[in-house]
């Protein structure tokens, strides 16, 4: 049976997601839970000098500086191409991965707070006891976050826009809610990759599908520009498990969710078509670089993983002593795919040590 879309509440909704991929034909369910061309890759590792560990990190590539996290909670910068170490200040939250385009600004994850790395001051953009904040992207000059607060119904949504040199970010458009539908253990999320103007949130719930139990996909479309709510889209597509993430990847006008399912727990939608993957590992993946279709999984018994989406390729490296503990706060893929950054344990280190690794040029 062919997967289908259904419009939620009978409307169409003029989105890029709806417009460009959930309304084309699909085939499916795909050719198998093992689709990838698996290379295994000895890669050449550079430790870069960082002696207090790295609980965090993330790059800036114009100006060739790595800001990361201590041990001990310092921010620093490292300068890529001497080596040498600039103290910034402390930080007690992880760094957010929204980059600045202008590489000033450094927010801090959870909270409306970032520090200004040009005059070395910290700045507050929201009250202290204002809802917790999910940066969402920079458009030109312009942060923006969303703000989620729980309802009876569900959650309660504020979207938040702040330009360098305000004293505090200003509401952008009005509030809005979106409900969970009546299931009290539904969760909503936004999807991660998300470029302006557009915002999704998704839920997924368990149904029952001709006597078995199965899982649907709820997405809903939120537009900056006009400051308009879509209704639900739901994806019914016999989903073999839950949904953990959700990853949109606006240059390619591709999806990939992540799905709590023993095989199929990679989807990787395109216009074309859509394939599952079997990752080999009950982690959720991990987003190197919301530019780049890739994620990345870590298996201590295994090792480490990337999967190049588009290509259908999965590269394993494999390393003489090998390393644990990689989250997504702590590897970073580069804007054009050449070099990988990760601060695993190493060996029996007790602490995080921060290396590089050029990536083969793969073929298309």
Not at 235 to 247: A, D, I, S
């Amino acid at each position: 049976m062919k997967p289908n879309l259904i419009l939620g509440l009978g409307f169409f909704l003029a989105s890029c997601w709806a417009t460009s991929l959930w309304s084309q034909p699909l085939r499916g369910p795909g050719d198998g839970p093992h689709p990838t061309l698996d290379m295994t890759i000895t890669p050449i590792l550079q430790s870069l000098p960082i002696y207090c560990g790295v609980r965090d990190f993330i790059l800036w590539e114009h100006s060739h500086q790595l800001i990361y996290r201590d041990d001990h909670n310092s921010l620093n910068a490292m300068d890529l191409d001497n080596g040498s170490v600039r103290a910034y200040s402390s930080m007690t939250q992880p760094i957010s991965r929204v980059v600045d385009p202008n590489e000033r600004v450094l927010l801090a994850t959870g909270i409306g707070r970032f520090f200004d790395a040009f005059h070395r001051y910290w700045q507050w953009i929201m009250k202290k006891q204002a809802t917790p904040m999910h940066h969402l992207f920079w458009h030109g000059n312009t942060l923006y976050s969303i703000g989620q607060d729980k309802s009876v119904s569900g959650a309660e949504f504020q979207i938040y826009q702040y330009e360098p040199g305000d004293s505090l970010a200003k509401s952008k458009c009005s509030p809005f809610s979106v409900t969970t539908g009546g299931s009290v253990d539904t969760e909503l999320k936004v999807a991660e990759g998300s470029t302006y103007p557009d915002v999704y949130i998704h839920k997924t719930q368990k149904v029952e599908i001709q006597g078995s139990e199965s899982y649907t996909l709820w997405v809903r479309h939120y537009d900056l520009e006009k400051c308009e709510l879509s209704p639900w889209y739901i994806y019914r597509n016999e989903l073999p498990g839950l949904v953990k993430r959700v990853f949109w990847f606006d240059s390619l006008r591709s999806v990939a969710m992540s799905i709590d399912h023993p095989s199929l727990n990679l989807l990787w939608q395109t216009p074309e078509g859509i394939k599952y993957f079997d990752l080999g590992t009950s982690q959720t993946p991990m987003l190197p670089n919301p530019k780049q279709p890739v994620l990345a999984t870590q298996d201590n018994q295994k090792g480490m993983h990337l999967i190049f989406l588009a290509r259908a390729t999965r590269l394993w490296f494999k390393t003489s002593v090998g390393f644990s503990g990689l989250t997504e706060q702590n590897i970073w893929l580069t804007d054009d795919g050449t070099k990988l950054y990760v601060a695993p344990y190493f060996g029996s280190r007790p602490y995080r040590t921060l290396i590089s690794m050029d990536l083969p040029q793969l073929q298309d």
